[in-house]
C-alpha cells in the first residue's frame, strides 16, 4: 500500500521541478541547436534561453512566467494500491497543485472558461486533468507532471488515406508556419504527432508524443521511427528559427504516436511542446522509495499492443 | 554573424531615445512598468474605473503580462518568473489605452501589425518591444527590484491584476517596431516566405477543405 501523505509530498516536488528544471535530454537538443544556429537573431534567443535555464535553476524559479496549465498522468502497475484509494489519489494532486501554485509560486493559470472566475491555484472544474495508465506488473506508482502552454501550437485535421504521406507533410509543415509566426508557439520545441485514433485520441495522442516522449527516442515500429528522423529534418529546413525570426532550429525533436483509426479516414494531429518543455516524473513503490526520473516512458510495448490478450511471457520470449 | 545593439532605456523614455531605437536592438529597462492586459483593459476602459496610477508621469511601459507571483499573507509580495503574453490580442483596446495614458513602450509577445505601428504607435510616439525566447522568464525576473503595488487583484484575480513592479536592467527586450511603424516579425516573414515553396515541394493540399482556408503562405497570422 503506497502511502497517500508520500503521493501529495512527491506531487509537490515534481510540481517545483517541472516549473523550474528544464529536462537534461530537451537542455542537450536545445544546446545543439544553438551550436548551428545562424540566424542573428535566433542565436541571440537561444543563447537568452540557455542563460535563462541556468537563471531559474540558481535562484530556484520558475523558467517561464507563463507556467503553464499543470496535469498529471498516473501510470500504475497492476498491482499497486493507494492508501484511500483513487478518490484519495485525486484530491492529493489537486492539492499538490493547489500548494505548489502558491508556494513556487506558479501563475495561477486555470480560470472558469465563460465567468472567467479564478481560484489563484490552477485548480477548478476538470483541473488539472488526471490521466490513467496500467502496465502488467509492478506494485509501483508513477507520478507524471505536465505543465503545457495552453494557447498556441496544437491543430488537427481530418486526413484521408488518398492524402498520403505526402498530404501528411503538407499539414505538418502548414501547422509548423502557422505555429512559428511571430514564434507564438515558443519554438524550437518538441513536436508531437498524432496519427488515427478518433479525433480526440487522435489529439491525445499528439499531446503525448510531444509531452510524454524525451528528445532521440524513436517508435518502436522502424518505419515510424524513420518518418521521425525525416520530419524533424523538414520542420528544420522550413528557414525558420526562434521567435519565428531567419533560422534553422524550429524542430528540436519529432515523435510521432499512431492508433487505429476509421477505414476512411488518416485523422492527424500537430502539437509543439515549449521551450521551456516542464516534465518532471517520480516512481513510488510501496516501502517509500521515491526515484525521480525525467523520462515519462509512457510509450511502452503494453500500451501500443495490437492484439487482444497481453501475453507477457510470450512477448519476452520473442 | 553580429551581435546585436544593446541599450538602457528609462520606462519614461524621452521622444529621442524613441527615435533612435532600431529593429532588433536588445534593450534593458530601469524604472516603473505596469502589467495590463484584457481585465485592466476592460475595467478601465470599458468600465470607466479611475486607473490607480498616474499615468505616464509614474511610467509609459504597458507590459502584457501576468506574473507567477503570490501576495503574503502580510501583504507583501513575492515574483517569481515575469513573461509576456500575446499582443495581438489587445489590439481591440490598446489605441485608446494609448491614448488616454500616453503610454510609449508596449511590452509584450509576438508584436502587433505594421498596420497597428502606423495607426496609434507612430502618432503617438510609441514603439513595440518583444520579450525573448519566449519565456527568458528567471531572467527578467532578476530584473524586477521591487513589486511596487499590485490594483485590482481583488476584482480581477492574480493573473489578470494591474502589477506595478520596478525595474532594473530589466531585460532582455528586442525592438519590434519603429517610428517608421516597420515590424520586424514582418520583415523576417518576407525573408523565409521566399524560401518556403521549395519545402513545399512535392507536398499536395488535402482532398477535403476546410472552410475559410488560407493556402497563402506569405499570410501574416495575426
Given at each position: 500500500m503506497i502511502p497517500i501523505s508520500l503521493i501529495q509530498s512527491t506531487a509537490e516536488d515534481l510540481m517545483d521541478k517541472a516549473a523550474i528544471e528544464i529536462p537534461q535530454d530537451y537542455l542537450d537538443g536545445l544546446q545543439r541547436a544553438a551550436r548551428t544556429e545562424d540566424g542573428d537573431l535566433s542565436a541571440f534567443v537561444l543563447k537568452a534561453m540557455l542563460e535563462n535555464y541556468a537563471a531559474a535553476k540558481e535562484d530556484r524559479r520558475a523558467m517561464c512566467g507563463d507556467t503553464g496549465v499543470p496535469r498529471w498522468f498516473v501510470k500504475m502497475g497492476n498491482d499497486?494500491?493507494?492508501?484511500?484509494?483513487?478518490?484519495?489519489?485525486?484530491?492529493?494532486?489537486?492539492?499538490?497543485?493547489?500548494?505548489?501554485?502558491?508556494?513556487?509560486?506558479?501563475?495561477?493559470?486555470?480560470?472558469?472558461?465563460?465567468w472567467r472566475t479564478d481560484h489563484d491555484n490552477n485548480v477548478g472544474i476538470g483541473a488539472p486533468e488526471i490521466e490513467y495508465g496500467f502496465e502488467p506488473e509492478g506494485e509501483w506508482?508513477?507520478?507524471?507532471?505536465?505543465?503545457?502552454?495552453?494557447?498556441?501550437?496544437?491543430?488537427?485535421?481530418?486526413l484521408f488515406p488518398s492524402d498520403g504521406i505526402q498530404g501528411i507533410k503538407r499539414f505538418y509543415l502548414d501547422s509548423l508556419m502557422a505555429f512559428g509566426k511571430r514564434g507564438l508557439a515558443c519554438q524550437p520545441a518538441i513536436i508531437g504527432i498524432g496519427l488515427g485514433g478518433s479525433k480526440d485520441i487522435c489529439m491525445t495522442l499528439g499531446k503525448r508524443a510531444s509531452t510524454l516522449r524525451v528528445v532521440g527516442s524513436r517508435n518502436s515500429d522502424p518505419r515510424i521511427a524513420e518518418m521521425e528522423d525525416e520530419f524533424k529534418e523538414l520542420g528544420n529546413s522550413i528557414g525558420m528559427g526562434a521567435m519565428g525570426f531567419v533560422g534553422k532550429n524550429m524542430v528540436i525533436d519529432c515523435n510521432i504516436e499512431v492508433g487505429y483509426c476509421h477505414t476512411g479516414g488518416m485523422p492527424m494531429s500537430v502539437h509543439a511542446f515549449c521551450l521551456s518543455s516542464r516534465r518532471a516524473v517520480a516512481r513510488i513503490f510501496p516501502d517509500g522509495r521515491v526515484e525521480h526520473r525525467t523520462d515519462p516512458d509512457w510509450f511502452t510495448d503494453y500500451q501500443r499492443r495490437e492484439t487482444i490478450d497481453w501475453e507477457p511471457v510470450r512477448e519476452a520470449a520473442e | 554573424m553580429s551581435a546585436p545593439r544593446e541599450v538602457r532605456l528609462s520606462t519614461t523614455p524621452t521622444n529621442e531615445a524613441i527615435a533612435d531605437l532600431r529593429l532588433g536592438d536588445v534593450v534593458y529597462l530601469d524604472g516603473l512598468m505596469y502589467t495590463a492586459r484584457e481585465g485592466v483593459y476592460m475595467r478601465a476602459l470599458e468600465e470607466k474605473a479611475n486607473i490607480p496610477m498616474e499615468l505616464p508621469g509614474q511610467?509609459?511601459?504597458?507590459?502584457?503580462?501576468?506574473?507567477?507571483?503570490?501576495?503574503?499573507?502580510?501583504?507583501?509580495?513575492?515574483?517569481?518568473?515575469?513573461?509576456?503574453?500575446?499582443?495581438?490580442?489587445?489590439?481591440?483596446?490598446?489605441?485608446?489605452?494609448?491614448?488616454?495614458?500616453?503610454?510609449?513602450l508596449i511590452v509584450g509577445k509576438g508584436g502587433m501589425t505594421s498596420k497597428d505601428y502606423k495607426e496609434y504607435f507612430v502618432p503617438n510616439g510609441a514603439v513595440y518591444l518583444s520579450t525573448?525566447?519566449?519565456?527568458?522568464?528567471?531572467?527578467?525576473?532578476?530584473?524586477?527590484?521591487?513589486?511596487?503595488?499590485?490594483?485590482?487583484?481583488?476584482?480581477?484575480?492574480?493573473?489578470?491584476?494591474?502589477?506595478?513592479?520596478?525595474?532594473?536592467?530589466?531585460?532582455?527586450?528586442?525592438?519590434?517596431?519603429?517610428?517608421?511603424?516597420?515590424?520586424?516579425?514582418?520583415?523576417?516573414?518576407?525573408?523565409?516566405?521566399?524560401?518556403?515553396?521549395?519545402?513545399?515541394e512535392g507536398t499536395k493540399p488535402a482532398v477535403l477543405k476546410r472552410y475559410g482556408e488560407s493556402d497563402d503562405r506569405t499570410d501574416e497570422v495575426i
Open positions: 499497486a494500491t493507494v492508501e484511500g484509494g483513487m478518490i484519495a489519489l485525486e484530491a492529493a494532486l489537486r492539492r499538490a497543485t493547489a500548494n505548489a501554485t502558491n508556494g513556487v509560486p506558479l501563475r495561477p493559470n486555470r480560470v472558469h472558461p465563460l506508482i508513477d507520478l507524471i507532471t505536465v505543465h503545457k502552454g495552453g494557447l498556441f501550437g496544437t491543430d488537427y485535421r481530418m | 511610467s509609459a511601459a504597458n507590459f502584457h503580462c501576468s506574473p507567477a507571483a503570490r501576495i503574503n499573507a502580510d501583504g507583501s509580495f513575492d515574483m517569481g518568473a515575469v513573461t509576456a503574453t500575446a499582443s495581438f490580442r489587445f489590439a481591440k483596446w490598446l489605441p485608446e489605452w494609448i491614448a488616454k495614458t500616453g503610454a510609449k525573448v525566447g519566449y519565456g527568458t522568464g528567471a531572467l527578467l525576473g532578476r530584473g524586477v527590484e521591487n513589486v511596487e503595488a499590485v490594483h485590482w487583484n481583488e476584482e480581477l484575480g492574480l493573473a489578470q491584476a494591474m502589477w506595478v513592479i520596478k525595474c532594473n536592467k530589466m531585460g532582455p527586450f528586442i525592438v519590434a517596431s519603429d517610428m517608421n511603424g516597420e515590424c520586424l516579425f514582418e520583415r523576417e516573414n518576407a525573408k523565409i516566405a521566399q524560401n518556403v515553396a521549395r519545402v513545399y
